[in-house]
């Protein structure tokens, strides 16, 4: 039995350090418009007024070597956006072509914080300017895309020998955002002090995942922050804001050093919002006597968390962390529209379509009749996501372009061979992913036009998710550990 746990002990040691080397490099680069611009995340038409703050564009280049061999790499960058949009990856990896050579392009991943006050980027006619002399949503494109690619290849001409820790805190950010009632309904930030209110649909994912990275001489050089919560504290604004992540960015580089980089991660959080949905007099009471905004309350439950994060990782700093990342596109079932669904978009195509104000919700709905036909047609085939599944060390990674409601994302960290689990949203332009329970409530966020892919697109994701970990984590083998 002692032999037994002594190999359990070695094999967990070898997942942590190993002969490789990991080298890390990185960069942030400002994405902020000099003009106004169409803002992103509503669904009528917002025109910048001024930058509020700063957003920016964070790239974190991996390395592993043996010697001069190259084990793998990735190079991740998060912004400042809504949402990476369909074709900004493709883009980016074109563009990247010349300035990454000797890298693969396909382990360039990138993700949206999903902050409501950032320029849009989609194509189409879905957000009219009505006029205004603003920047246009292709133009704005084209810089994000020439300083995205900027921000890659400093990071990775900047790779250095470096260290790696992890460690976990806890933060009361997530606060679910659809009340349920006593005829069965949900409601996205539905009221909770009437009478019919039964109660909060979902989980709530309070663990602040880490990673941090330090060079040879032990200066923190940058840190990937995993908060399950998408950063919608100052969503109704017409400014440029990076949300919460400002102050956060700010108050960890006081802290820290000023050329610190700080990659924002989404966790799972579609169905989360950074505000309360009861107990708000309490909160706000709390934050007077602090003297603090909302948003410099959400920044100080990050920082702190982090710090508690910290305190354990600088004590387990690790110099050869394994890294291995996996790609590959997975299908996913589309959601099927019901004859109910149909029939009520098809009413509000009828409703908006001559309204060049409303173009967001005519095209919104008539995207779903458009599905609906296909579906007819027998050519709805499925949707293909990329999939990221990276280990680091103990640690593994994983990405979704989904608003992935959360308890998805709890079956993934439940199930996963990792000590420690991060998930990335966002990284494409799935929309929302909603549970069966939520879809079976309604509101906005699970119904169909907020919707492409349902419930049994989703737990094939997290099995998917669950065994693209499973390959990186494989079984110790048997004879091995009955010695």
């Not at 942030?28 to 509503?42: E, F, K, M, N, S």
Request: hydrophobic fraction near 40%.
């Amino acid at each position: 039995m002692r032999l037994f746990l002594f190999s359990l002990c070695i094999a967990s040691l070898a997942a942590s350090t190993s002969a490789s080397d990991l080298h890390v490099g990185a960069t942030t680069v400002d994405i902020t418009p000099d003009r106004p611009v169409a803002l992103d995340g509503q669904m009528h038409v917002r025109i910048s007024e001024k930058p509020e703050t700063h957003i920016f564009a964070t790239a974190l280049g991996l390395e592993s070597r043996e010697g001069d061999r190259v084990l793998d790499q990735a190079i991740m960058v998060s912004c400042d956006i809504v949402a990476i949009r369909e074709g900004l990856i493709e883009l980016v990896r074109e563009k990247a072509r010349d300035r990454l050579p000797g890298f693969d392009l396909n382990k360039l991943v990138l993700n949206a914080t999903h902050t409501h006050t950032a320029p849009v980027t989609m194509k189409g006619d879905r957000y009219s300017l009505l006029g205004k002399k603003v920047m246009l949503p292709m133009e704005y494109t084209d810089f994000l895309v020439e300083r995205i690619v900027a921000a890659a290849a400093q990071s990775w001409e900047q790779r250095k020998p470096a260290k790696a820790g992890w460690g976990q805190g806890q933060a009361v950010i997530a606060q679910n955002r659809r009340a349920t009632y006593a005829d069965g309904t949900a409601k996205m930030y539905g009221p909770t002090n009437v009478p019919e209110f039964r109660g909060i649909e979902g989980y709530e994912d309070h663990n602040l995942e880490v990673l941090f990275f330090w060079d040879l001489n032990n200066t923190l050089i940058a840190t990937a922050v995993n908060v399950p919560c998408p950063s919608q504290e100052v969503e109704g604004l017409k400014v440029i804001h990076a949300d919460f992540w400002d102050p956060v960015r700010r108050q960890l580089r006081e802290r820290h050093g000023k050329d610190l980089h700080i990659l924002a991660w989404t966790g799972a959080g579609g169905d989360q919002v950074p505000r309360p949905m009861y107990g708000k007099a309490a909160d706000e009471r709390m934050r007077r006597l602090r003297g603090l905004t909302r948003l410099e309350e959400v920044a100080r439950r990050v920082v702190r968390g982090w710090e508690e994060a910290y305190e354990g990782a600088k004590l387990e700093p690790v110099t050869g962390a394994v890294l291995q990342h996996q790609t590959k596109k997975i299908d996913l079932p589309w959601r099927k529209v019901t004859e109910k669904e149909l029939a009520d978009a098809q009413k509000a195509v009828e409703q908006y379509k001559d309204d060049p104000k409303e173009q967001w919700k005519y095209l919104w709905n008539q995207g779903v009749v458009d599905r609906y036909e296909t579906e007819k047609s027998g050519k709805a085939g499925v949707f293909q996501m990329e999939l990221h599944a990276l280990r680091l060390g103990d640690v593994a990674i994983a990405t979704n372009e989904f608003e992935l409601f959360t308890d998805y994302g709890v079956q993934m960290k439940a199930r996963s061979p990792a000590v420690q689990t991060f998930l990335i949203q966002l990284t494409g332009s799935g929309g929302y992913l909603p549970t069966p329970r939520a879809v079976a409530g309604g509101s906005y966020s699970a119904i169909i036009q907020s919707s492409r892919v349902g419930p049994e697109g989703g737990q094939a994701l997290v099995d998917e998710t669950v065994k693209a970990f499973n390959d990186l984590w494989p079984a110790p083998d048997a004879k091995e550990t009955s010695k």
